[in-house]
């Protein structure tokens, strides 16, 4: 989980890898620095607020916060701030900072399909994605849509399977291009359609099976004298 910590400046005096990771930089690299300096504006104006927050009233939050990300996309992040002592009897802030954007997507995602659902705008349909290549997909493709299917985000699936979050996301582009799928939403109906239908064949072979032994047995039981 990322974790950092900033002085009463709002310079960064602490990082670990994982809140590096997102600068894609050493953390040496970015140590002194602010949110204005890794940031774009509006982003950092989120970030300074509940810094003051934090640094001058001394509070201790857990914030749903929104900005773009050093890969100039929009993220969210659930963080939890809170105030240490510094030297000099300035006030520091330290933060944990965890990545939500996987789940407020799927979460507006949701919430979208059932407003259509409710106001008759849409008609749920199956996705027609490649049967065969459902059958024949390799094992670690295989255990991504599972976990996908699942409701497992794809940073969760990643630590899952014990694999970095870039590889699992080349892990999903390949599965939606094998499938012939568009999102993860259509793997999942797609998936779970097909392995109802898989079931729902089993057992009527199983039934089959049982019947005509039960049928063979009576015939047995009515051809003995």
Do not use: C
Request: proline share 6%; aromatic share 8%.
């Amino acid at each position: 989980m990322p974790a950092f910590i900033r002085d009463g400046q709002g310079r960064h005096v602490y990082g670990n890898k994982p809140w590096a990771a997102q600068f894609d930089r050493p953390v040496g690299e970015l140590m002194g620095k602010t949110n204005w300096d890794l940031f774009p504006k509006d982003t950092a104006w989120v970030f300074e607020a509940s810094d003051h927050a934090a640094r001058d009233r001394g509070e201790v939050s857990g914030l749903l916060e929104s900005g773009v990300a050093p890969d100039g996309k929009r993220h969210w992040w659930k963080v939890f701030k809170f105030p240490l002592p510094g030297p000099g009897g300035e006030t520091w802030v330290g933060g944990l900072a965890l990545d939500v954007s996987d789940l407020v997507h799927a979460t507006t995602r949701l919430a979208a399909i059932e407003n259509d659902l409710a106001a008759g705008r849409l008609v749920p349909e199956v996705p027609r994605g490649d049967e065969a290549a459902l059958r024949v997909l390799p094992p670690r493709l295989r255990q991504m849509l599972e976990l996908l299917a699942a409701g497992w985000t794809i940073k969760e699936a990643a630590a899952r399977l014990g694999i970095s979050q870039k590889t699992a996301e080349a892990h999903r582009a390949k599965l939606l291009h094998r499938l012939g799928l568009r999102s993860v939403v259509e793997a999942t109906r797609f998936y779970l359609e097909r392995r109802v239908q898989s079931d729902a064949l089993a057992g009527a072979k199983v039934l089959a099976a049982g019947s005509t032994k039960a049928g063979s047995v009576l015939a047995r039981r009515r051809a003995k004298p």
